[in-house]
């Protein structure tokens, strides 16, 4: 199974990502942390997706130290958030995850939103990408608009652009983009957040019993037969081990079909197109 869990997707650049990943936004409390990212490590989990306004790098750095697994087995995410745009902020900003993080490079930093002056952060970035630093680099939460405008000035493609996504918020039209421009695809909330009881829709319940899975596992296997990287949280260790065993089975096209049409256009975070959310966010706090 541990083969499996760390089936990879290749970047533009040739480095493989593993397909999935644990992710632990608003996971603050030290020890169910550092509980979640050792219980994924021990399932055979290689990636882990963090982000400095998440408040717990350091807690993952420790984490990941204790299970003393040699750090370039390891695929780690960060962000830069907000209120560090700027060449020199970002460049800053990637410095002290990096400490937090207890490790001298990442294997892939984001652009956390496209609030203004992405351009610039962009350039620190990809410099930072040159100097070896970064293994990938890319962005999240940029809509087709902040793409075209990023691909005019930037002088290395992003790899990566992560994005919500699940099956009632599909992104066709963003997924089909990305692909044109050899852009990955990675799912942010991609059971959907615990919200709007998406996984007690009946068809997804139906696919559940019908493949002897829970609806967790056939929503992340609809992500998995899309091409999209995976980053499902839980502090729960028999939902972390669950949401690991999605590559030994496949959907069939019909199947795929049925999820497709769970499909409503409806987000449930932010757009990112949200202008007074990208400029107060923007702002350092004091
Ligand atoms: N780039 C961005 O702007 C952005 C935004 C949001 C998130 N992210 C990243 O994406 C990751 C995933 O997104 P997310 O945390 O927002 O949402 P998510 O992974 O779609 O959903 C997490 C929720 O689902 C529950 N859950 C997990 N596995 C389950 C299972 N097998 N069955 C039933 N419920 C299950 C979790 O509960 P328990 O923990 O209680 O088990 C938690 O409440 C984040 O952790 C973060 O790393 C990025």
Redesign the pocket.
């Known amino acids: 199974m541990e083969q499996a869990i760390t089936k990879s997707l290749t970047m533009a650049n040739g480095v493989k990502i593993p397909q999935l990943g644990l ?4 996971v603050k409390e030290e020890e169910e942390l550092k509980t979640a990212v050792k219980t994924a490590i021990y399932d055979g989990y290689r990636h882990l ?3 400095m306004i ?1 408040n717990n790098e350091e807690f993952v750095g420790t984490a990941i130290k204790e299970t003393e697994i040699p750090r370039e087995e390891l695929f780690i995410t960060s ?1 830069v958030w907000n209120y560090d745009h700027g060449y020199e902020e970002a460049k800053a900003a990637f410095a002290a995850s990096l400490e937090r993080l207890g490790t001298d490079y990442l294997d892939l930093y ?1 652009i ?2 496209p609030s203004p002056n992405y351009i610039e952060t962009w350039h620190a970035l990809e410099d930072l990408y040159e100097a070896g630093k970064i293994k990938a680099i890319g962005v ?2 940029f809509q087709i608009h902040h793409l075209e405008d990023l691909l005019a000035h930037a002088k290395i493609k992003p790899m990566i652009n ?1 994005i ?1 996504t ?1 099956p009632e918020f599909p992104q066709n039209e963003l997924h089909e983009f990305m692909k044109k421009e050899g852009i990955l695809h990675e799912a ?7 919200k709007h009881d998406l ?1 007690s829709n009946p068809i997804l319940v139906e696919l559940a019993e019908k493949y002897n899975k ?1 609806p ?1 596992q056939i929503v992340l296997r609809w992500h998995v037969e899309r091409e999209i990287i995976v ?6 260790p028999h ?1 972390i081990k ?2 690991s065993l999605i590559f030994d089975f496949s959907l069939t096209e019909e199947d795929m079909g049925k999820i497709a049409t769970l499909n409503t256009g409806t987000r449930y ?1 932010t757009s990112p197109d949200n202008e007074e959310f990208l400029t107060k966010t923007s702002i350092r706090p004091e």
């Open positions: 992710g632990v936004f608003l997706d963090t982000a998440y962000k984001l956390h939103w999240s939460n992560q919500e699940h942010w909330g991609p059971l959907g957040q615990g996984l829970t967790a980053i499902p949280k839980s502090v729960t939902r669950e949401n975070a």
